[in-house]
């Protein structure tokens, strides 16, 4: 929408697209304001990239508005001393700019990401690398307060946060949703779920809540409504699931452990004829080794 402005309007889409800076800066400055003598929002930390994501917007009329994105998230990534020559590089990339993250969390944040299951790793890729012109993409409003909130959480954590967004993305993609709508891009608000992750208790009960929610068509999309009932859970450190809804979890589980066996197997190399072999003769040996006649000469051998 912006490049259209700035190359189809001419001298005054360009005025405007000025404008639509400035403006910009002007929110940014305003966020967490409290009088006129500064922003406690544009620090060092935060002021930076936005200033570095400007830089790149004004780009529009030369570059895609593809190409103008994953800059300014490469550009993200080396101030981090992120790397960014692949595509699971570029999802951890875009995961450190909703969680906001600075030079001292890049360690935590690396730890996190490869103690998910390479199935995890996969989706979370494939949804953070969708860019909603050549394949649909899910737009997660209220996602980095959804992050920041299970950090927070002692009961949630990165790790369990990370999961049950796998598992809501699945959902998404199963349910067929941007094919229904027939949309490149199909926005989903997570503001009740950001909310819930904040209050709950129990690892269990934040691992159900996919389980216990609705996707409910809004004007603009879709909304993840937490069930009532579970919401009164949220309190509960201990907690029995309800067996058919546990059964389900488990189900979604094992298909997700089952998809990344089948992943890693595809990935892994075959083995070489010299490999071969020598399974073969180990395989050989154990056999030899639990017959009769040789447990017997190891007995004889012990007396």
């Known amino acids: 929408m912006l490049q ?13 697209f000025r404008l639509y800076l400035v403006a910009f800066v002007g929110v940014m400055c305003g966020l967490e304001a409290r009088d006129c003598s500064g922003s406690r929002f544009l620090d060092q930390n935060t002021g930076t990239p936005i200033m570095d ?7 529009l009329q030369q570059s895609s ?62 949804h953070f690398l969708a860019d909603g012109i050549v394949e649909p993409a899910y737009v997660l409003t209220f996602l980095p307060m959804y992050l920041a909130n299970g950090q927070a959480n002692p009961a949630v954590g990165l790790r369990r946060g990370l999961e049950v967004l796998v598992e809501l993305i699945e959902s998404l993609r199963s349910g067929g949703f941007a094919d229904n709508m027939q949309k490149p891009t199909v926005t989903v608000d997570l503001q009740d779920l950001a909310v819930f992750v904040r209050t709950v208790e129990s690892p269990a009960v934040f691992m159900a809540v996919v389980v216990h929610s609705t996707l409910v068509p809004t004007s603009s999309g879709l909304r993840v409504v937490v069930g009532t009932k579970h919401k009164q859970n949220a309190a509960h450190v201990i907690w029995a699931a309800d067996p058919v809804q546990e059964t389900m979890a488990l189900t979604r589980q094992m298909h997700r452990k089952i998809l990344a066996m089948e992943q890693l197997l595809l990935a892994s190399p075959s083995p070489s004829e010299e490999e071969e072999t020598a399974i073969e003769q180990s395989m050989r040996l154990q056999r030899e080794q639990d ?3 040789a447990r017997e000469a190891v007995a004889s051998f012990r007396l």
Request: with cysteine.
């Open 53 to 59: 994501g400007l830089r790149v917007l004004q780009r």
């Open 291 to 293: 017959s009769p006649d």
């Open 4 to 16: 259209d402005l700035v190359t189809k309007e001419g001298a005054f889409g360009a005025r405007a």
């Open 65 to 126: 508005p593809y190409a103008v994105y994953w800059q300014n998230i490469a550009n993200r990534a080396r101030r981090l001393s992120l790397p960014a020559n692949c595509a699971p590089d570029c999802a951890v990339a875009r995961l450190a700019c909703l969680l906001r993250a600075n030079a001292a969390d890049v360690s935590a944040l690396k730890a996190v990401w490869m103690s998910l299951a390479p199935g995890d790793r996969t989706a979370l890729t494939d």
